[in-house]
């Protein structure tokens, strides 16, 4: 059973009572509490279980662990407000979500040091209580955003260069591989496969622009090494090779067990003897996660990558987009483990590309929403172009150098077929705003926005219409339904505008100049 109740002085009581109907195994059974990614930064006072207390913030950069434990009570401030969180029944702890790109802090039951799964035997129960006090007068009153989109100053920056990710069954349809444009192809090679030449040589000619490696390797230091070799003398040129270890493909916690074989750090080093001429990268091939809990691989290459997935804990549409809140802390908190070294994203996705914590990406034949799975529906549509302009858009003011929002074909792809996804025009837009420089744009909550000099792209994030007024008059079209052909983009009449109707999901491109940016150069 489950109450919860409140009143106007600002308290609110909720209460669990669980029973196992029959045996079970659990990983965990209790309340979990969700502290927006805003308030970071801000105080947080513990009470542990021995009625001692302390002082301390959440963190500003991300935590590789949990930055509160041994928790009976807390108290946040922030903005002028006060929200005081008794808990009863259990222990908790905190961990620092926003290391999966959720857009939030969470504090949950039971903690990690503890065995799991736990037994419950039949008719056993939980019980527990949170007692929430809010109190405080608030801070003063903002404004209320208005709806216009406002481009500042030059950055400095020219956006990210945006490659295209690759790897065994993605392979493009010949036909529409020629219609796409890329600075590199991001190929991922497994070498502990048999067959892995041919499979490579494969997806060599699948490729476009130039290549950038990822290579996953034995974990015995002479396998890999002997992988490497048998790669080199193939005569193999990429502008960057990524090497890492099978077993680092999974997380682990930085109180766990490390994998007992090569490390990252080791196959980096191995990479930069055998590959001389290529720029050798160090990181993880999954999320921010790993390469937090394991920062000693940052500074092991000349740049840092991990890659990102909006899937980890929650599917729902609201999350998925919260996830977008987060990115900018990852890159933060990622460039100060870079210690001024360059930072190239890998594969930024809805979808979750390998799951470091479980067997398998999630099976998906529904074509469902679903956490952990590979393929989610909205990579397909409106939902997963406008996404994709939010996950540029948050790389304003990083120094993010390289990202794939896209791959060449699978899950991730541009094409259905001989058709283009909405995907593709947000990818070729993107592409032709790379040469020119990127300028500093401010959007109201729920609109992304990127700005170069001569154009716009800014996408709805959410449901409803948005009308939003435009810095200068400028020559527009909106993405609001799919557009199957591929000159879609370049070929579609302009209407002049200083306002954008933006119906859910949608995305304009706007040119604010004398020349036409998405047109000029597809």
Partial sequence: SFTCSGNASGLVTATLNLRAESATGLNRAGFVILHPAGVAGSLLRVTHRDGTGEEREFPLLIAPSQPASDIVALRQEANGVVVDIAFAGETFEMEDQRNWSDASYKTYCRPLALPYPFQMAADETVEQSITLRVSGAGGAQKPIATQAIIVGSDTGRKLPQLALALEAGWEPDPESRQFVKAKSTLLRADLTRANWQ???????AASVGALDLELIVSDSLPELDTQLKALA???????SIVVLPKAWLKSYQRSAAWPAGASPIQAAAVARDRFPESEIGSGVLTNFT?????REAARAGDFITHGTTAVVHDADDISVMQTLEALPQIFASAEALAEGKPYRLGLVSIG?????????????????RRPMAMTDPRQRGLFGAAWMVGAMAATEGA???????????????????PRVLPAYHIHEALVCMGARQRLAVSSPPGIAAVAVDGALVIANLGRGTRILSLPQPGRGVVLDRLQTSRDWLRTESREQVTVVNLPAFSVAFVDTGPSDVFGSTL
């Fill in 352 to 368: 979750m590309r390998s799951n470091p914590y479980g067997a398998d990406v999630a099976a998906n034949p529904e074509g469902v």
């Fill in 290 to 294: 790993e390469l937090n809990r394991y």
């Fill in 198 to 204: 041919q499979t490579l040589d494969r997806l060599i």
């Fill in 399 to 417: 120094g993010v150098e390289r990202l794939a929002l896209a791959a060449l074909g699978g899950p991730f792809g541009l094409f259905d077929g």
């Fill in 233 to 239: 003398a193939t005569g193999i040129i990429a502008n």
